[in-house]
């Protein structure tokens, strides 16, 4: 699929809850998304996802940086008055035909129960398949339980 066509795709999809989500890839409209959901982050989740105090250009340029195959982005929105809000975003980075990658998923508060997570890591590890990622790691904090669980749900290992 080539790069504007994939950059198009979006998915409508159910959570546990009953209430829906757009996901899709990240793209360059989404920055001034990705900076306010940064901020909106709790600081027990900022503290998982990074120890930034501050979204930085630099830090805003790096994260937007996706290219459809080794650097893979997606986000879900919901609509809250009348505004598309980010909600969560999972994201892979791989080396050149190395067939690893390291992965990170990051949720707003409140969403990991109806399963936002899984959602997000399943597009993510779909994406990473294709793309010829035959492994898939990921370092986190030992007190991120919510992480521990959803790797086992998704039958990945730890070490």
Known sequence: MSHDALACEHWVESLKDGSHV?????RPEDREREVEFIRSLSPETR???CTIKE?????????????YKTKMAYVALVYRDGELVEIGISRYAAAEDAGVCEFAVTLADGWDEPGLGEVLLRHLIDSAHDNGCKRMCSIDAVANLRMQRQARELRFSGR
């Open 22 to 26: 757009l996901v899709r890839p990240l």
């Open 47 to 49: 503290h998982f996802f």
């Open 55 to 67: 979204v930085s250009p630099t830090l805003l340029d790096h994260r937007m940086k996706v290219d």
